[in-house]
Protein backbone atom coordinates (compact mmCIF):
# COMPACT_ATOMS: atom_id res chain seq x y z
CA UNK A 1 0.00 0.00 0.00
CA UNK A 2 0.85 3.88 -0.17
CA UNK A 3 2.90 5.25 3.17
CA UNK A 4 4.59 7.62 3.85
CA UNK A 5 7.75 8.00 6.65
CA UNK A 6 9.07 11.39 7.46
CA UNK A 7 12.11 11.49 10.14
CA UNK A 8 11.20 11.84 13.98
CA UNK A 9 11.28 15.00 15.71
CA UNK A 10 11.17 17.48 17.52
CA UNK A 11 14.23 18.93 15.19
CA UNK A 12 15.65 21.90 17.09
CA UNK A 13 17.82 24.27 15.37
CA UNK A 14 19.06 28.10 15.65
CA UNK A 15 18.08 31.09 13.98
CA UNK A 16 20.11 31.03 10.16
CA UNK A 17 20.67 26.78 10.41
CA UNK A 18 20.46 25.09 7.81
CA UNK A 19 17.28 22.57 7.51
CA UNK A 20 16.81 19.04 6.30
CA UNK A 21 13.70 17.38 6.99
CA UNK A 22 13.77 13.75 5.80
CA UNK A 23 10.62 11.95 3.81
CA UNK A 24 10.44 8.71 2.47
CA UNK A 25 7.49 7.11 0.47
CA UNK A 26 5.86 3.58 -1.06
CA UNK A 27 3.56 3.79 -3.30
CA UNK A 28 3.23 2.52 -7.01
CA UNK A 29 3.38 4.61 -9.91
CA UNK A 30 4.10 8.24 -9.68
CA UNK A 31 2.40 9.71 -7.05
CA UNK A 32 2.36 13.65 -6.81
CA UNK A 33 4.36 14.56 -3.71
CA UNK A 34 3.73 17.23 -0.89
CA UNK A 35 4.81 18.89 2.22
CA UNK A 36 2.12 20.87 4.62
CA UNK A 37 2.89 22.63 7.44
CA UNK A 38 0.73 22.99 10.41
CA UNK A 39 2.15 27.03 12.19
CA UNK A 40 0.46 26.92 16.05
CA UNK A 41 -3.33 27.23 16.26
CA UNK A 42 -3.61 27.02 12.43
CA UNK A 43 -4.64 24.59 9.65
CA UNK A 44 -2.79 22.65 7.67
CA UNK A 45 -1.08 24.99 4.55
CA UNK A 46 0.69 23.58 1.64
CA UNK A 47 3.78 24.76 1.34
CA UNK A 48 5.14 22.70 -1.89
CA UNK A 49 4.37 20.07 -4.27
CA UNK A 50 6.15 17.92 -7.35
CA UNK A 51 4.37 16.19 -9.47
CA UNK A 52 6.63 13.87 -11.65
CA UNK A 53 9.97 12.73 -10.93
CA UNK A 54 12.88 15.68 -10.92
CA UNK A 55 10.26 18.21 -10.43
CA UNK A 56 11.63 20.99 -7.31
CA UNK A 57 8.98 22.14 -5.35
CA UNK A 58 9.77 25.31 -3.75
CA UNK A 59 8.08 28.55 -1.51
CA UNK A 60 9.20 30.69 0.89
CA UNK A 61 12.73 29.97 0.73
CA UNK A 62 12.12 26.07 0.90
CA UNK A 63 12.44 23.10 -1.29
CA UNK A 64 12.63 19.61 -2.29
CA UNK A 65 13.17 17.20 -5.07
CA UNK A 66 10.95 14.46 -6.41
CA UNK A 67 13.74 11.12 -6.17
CA UNK A 68 12.21 8.82 -7.79
CA UNK A 69 14.71 6.18 -7.42
CA UNK A 70 15.48 6.77 -3.65
CA UNK A 71 11.75 7.15 -3.35
CA UNK A 72 12.78 10.75 -1.65
CA UNK A 73 11.46 13.80 -0.71
CA UNK A 74 13.09 15.66 1.35
CA UNK A 75 12.80 18.73 2.56
CA UNK A 76 15.03 21.38 2.98
CA UNK A 77 15.68 25.48 4.10
CA UNK A 78 19.32 26.92 3.78
CA UNK A 79 18.61 29.75 6.84
CA UNK A 80 15.91 28.98 8.99
CA UNK A 81 14.03 31.62 11.07
CA UNK A 82 12.19 31.91 14.26
CA UNK A 83 8.62 32.00 12.16
CA UNK A 84 9.25 28.96 11.03
CA UNK A 85 8.75 27.16 13.92
CA UNK A 86 5.74 24.59 13.15
CA UNK A 87 4.97 20.90 12.38
CA UNK A 88 5.46 19.68 8.94
CA UNK A 89 4.01 16.96 6.98
CA UNK A 90 5.39 14.96 3.87
CA UNK A 91 2.19 13.81 2.01
CA UNK A 92 1.32 12.04 -1.17
CA UNK A 93 -1.41 11.26 -3.38
CA UNK A 94 -1.66 8.37 -5.45
CA UNK A 95 -0.92 8.24 -9.45
CA UNK A 96 -4.54 7.33 -9.86
CA UNK A 97 -6.69 8.49 -7.01
CA UNK A 98 -7.45 11.64 -4.98
CA UNK A 99 -6.54 10.91 -1.22
CA UNK A 100 -3.70 12.49 0.25
CA UNK A 101 -1.43 9.46 2.57
CA UNK A 102 0.27 11.64 5.63
CA UNK A 103 3.72 11.20 7.35
CA UNK A 104 3.75 11.86 10.91
CA UNK A 105 4.75 15.02 10.98
CA UNK A 106 8.19 16.67 11.91
CA UNK A 107 7.85 19.52 14.87
CA UNK A 108 10.80 22.15 14.00
CA UNK A 109 11.60 24.50 16.80
CA UNK A 110 14.05 27.48 15.85
CA UNK A 111 15.45 29.36 18.68
CA UNK A 112 16.86 32.86 18.44
CA UNK B 1 -15.67 32.54 1.56
CA UNK B 2 -12.29 33.10 1.70
CA UNK B 3 -11.69 29.71 3.16
CA UNK B 4 -12.87 26.38 4.27
CA UNK B 5 -14.61 26.90 7.23
CA UNK B 6 -15.36 24.92 9.94
CA UNK B 7 -17.25 24.56 13.25
CA UNK B 8 -17.43 24.46 16.37
CA UNK B 9 -13.78 24.65 16.73
CA UNK B 10 -13.91 22.67 19.92
CA UNK B 11 -16.35 20.16 21.33
CA UNK B 12 -16.44 18.22 24.18
CA UNK B 13 -18.76 15.29 24.45
CA UNK B 14 -19.50 12.99 26.88
CA UNK B 15 -19.07 9.16 26.42
CA UNK B 16 -22.53 8.20 24.18
CA UNK B 17 -23.15 11.64 22.94
CA UNK B 18 -24.11 12.08 18.93
CA UNK B 19 -21.91 14.96 17.86
CA UNK B 20 -22.28 17.12 14.38
CA UNK B 21 -19.07 18.88 13.12
CA UNK B 22 -19.92 21.39 9.82
CA UNK B 23 -17.72 22.40 6.95
CA UNK B 24 -18.09 25.08 4.87
CA UNK B 25 -16.15 24.51 1.59
CA UNK B 26 -14.57 27.11 -0.43
CA UNK B 27 -17.42 28.38 -2.79
CA UNK B 28 -17.49 26.96 -5.93
CA UNK B 29 -15.42 23.95 -4.83
CA UNK B 30 -16.26 20.89 -6.24
CA UNK B 31 -14.08 18.14 -4.16
CA UNK B 32 -14.43 17.81 -0.70
CA UNK B 33 -12.42 15.43 1.94
CA UNK B 34 -12.85 14.71 5.96
CA UNK B 35 -9.79 13.61 7.54
CA UNK B 36 -9.05 12.38 10.95
CA UNK B 37 -6.00 13.44 13.17
CA UNK B 38 -5.16 12.03 16.18
CA UNK B 39 -2.89 13.30 18.63
CA UNK B 40 1.09 13.73 17.23
CA UNK B 41 -0.32 11.99 14.28
CA UNK B 42 -0.69 12.92 10.19
CA UNK B 43 -4.25 13.19 9.16
CA UNK B 44 -5.49 10.01 7.75
CA UNK B 45 -8.70 10.19 4.88
CA UNK B 46 -12.32 9.20 6.45
CA UNK B 47 -14.15 10.28 3.09
CA UNK B 48 -14.73 12.37 -0.43
CA UNK B 49 -17.39 14.26 -1.85
CA UNK B 50 -17.64 15.26 -5.27
CA UNK B 51 -20.43 17.45 -5.45
CA UNK B 52 -23.50 16.13 -3.53
CA UNK B 53 -22.11 12.11 -4.19
CA UNK B 54 -19.89 10.60 -1.35
CA UNK B 55 -17.45 8.54 -4.20
CA UNK B 56 -15.55 6.59 -1.33
CA UNK B 57 -16.44 6.17 2.60
CA UNK B 58 -13.36 3.79 2.75
CA UNK B 59 -11.56 5.31 5.76
CA UNK B 60 -14.98 6.22 8.03
CA UNK B 61 -13.91 3.50 10.91
CA UNK B 62 -17.28 2.30 11.99
CA UNK B 63 -20.99 2.49 11.19
CA UNK B 64 -21.05 5.10 14.17
CA UNK B 65 -19.34 7.41 11.61
CA UNK B 66 -21.59 9.00 9.08
CA UNK B 67 -21.06 12.28 6.30
CA UNK B 68 -23.44 14.12 4.17
CA UNK B 69 -23.17 17.15 1.65
CA UNK B 70 -26.67 17.24 0.52
CA UNK B 71 -26.22 20.03 -1.60
CA UNK B 72 -23.10 19.45 -2.99
CA UNK B 73 -21.45 22.75 -0.44
CA UNK B 74 -21.82 22.23 3.24
CA UNK B 75 -20.67 19.17 4.42
CA UNK B 76 -21.69 17.87 8.28
CA UNK B 77 -19.91 14.81 9.52
CA UNK B 78 -22.28 12.80 11.87
CA UNK B 79 -20.66 10.31 14.95
CA UNK B 80 -22.91 8.73 16.78
CA UNK B 81 -22.72 7.19 20.47
CA UNK B 82 -19.02 8.75 20.72
CA UNK B 83 -16.10 6.70 22.57
CA UNK B 84 -13.04 8.17 23.83
CA UNK B 85 -10.91 6.58 20.87
CA UNK B 86 -13.25 9.04 18.62
CA UNK B 87 -10.90 11.89 19.92
CA UNK B 88 -9.14 14.02 17.23
CA UNK B 89 -9.03 16.86 15.27
CA UNK B 90 -11.55 16.85 12.16
CA UNK B 91 -10.13 18.43 9.26
CA UNK B 92 -11.89 19.78 6.33
CA UNK B 93 -10.73 19.97 2.77
CA UNK B 94 -11.71 21.20 -0.24
CA UNK B 95 -10.42 21.28 -3.70
CA UNK B 96 -11.69 22.73 -7.47
CA UNK B 97 -10.95 20.20 -9.26
CA UNK B 98 -12.46 16.61 -9.97
CA UNK B 99 -10.56 13.91 -8.41
CA UNK B 100 -7.30 15.39 -9.37
CA UNK B 101 -5.40 17.03 -6.44
CA UNK B 102 -2.41 17.83 -8.28
CA UNK B 103 -3.05 21.42 -6.81
CA UNK B 104 -3.05 20.51 -3.45
CA UNK B 105 -6.53 21.18 -0.73
CA UNK B 106 -7.58 23.81 1.00
CA UNK B 107 -8.05 22.73 4.75
CA UNK B 108 -9.73 24.19 7.50
CA UNK B 109 -8.43 24.36 10.98
CA UNK B 110 -10.56 21.75 12.26
CA UNK B 111 -12.66 20.66 14.95
CA UNK B 112 -10.92 19.45 18.02
CA UNK B 113 -13.39 16.51 19.99
CA UNK B 114 -13.03 15.05 23.18
CA UNK B 115 -14.53 12.68 23.90
CA UNK B 116 -15.03 12.62 27.79
Known amino acids: GNSVTQMEGPVTLSEEAFLTINCTYT??????LFWYVQYPGEGLQLLLK?????DKGSNKGFEATYRKETTSFHLEKGSVQVSDSAVYFC???????????FGAGTILRVKS | GAGVSQSPRYKVAKRGQDVALRCDPI?????LFWYQQALGQGPEFLTY????????KSGLPSDRFFAERPEGSVSTLKIQRTQQEDSAVYLC??????????????FGSGTRLTVV
Open chain 2, 93 to 106: ASSPMIAEINYGYT
Open chain 1, 27 to 32: ATGYPS
Open chain 1, 50 to 54: ATKAD
Open chain 1, 91 to 101: ALSPQYGNKLV
Open chain 2, 27 to 31: SGHVS
Open chain 2, 49 to 56: FQNEAQLD
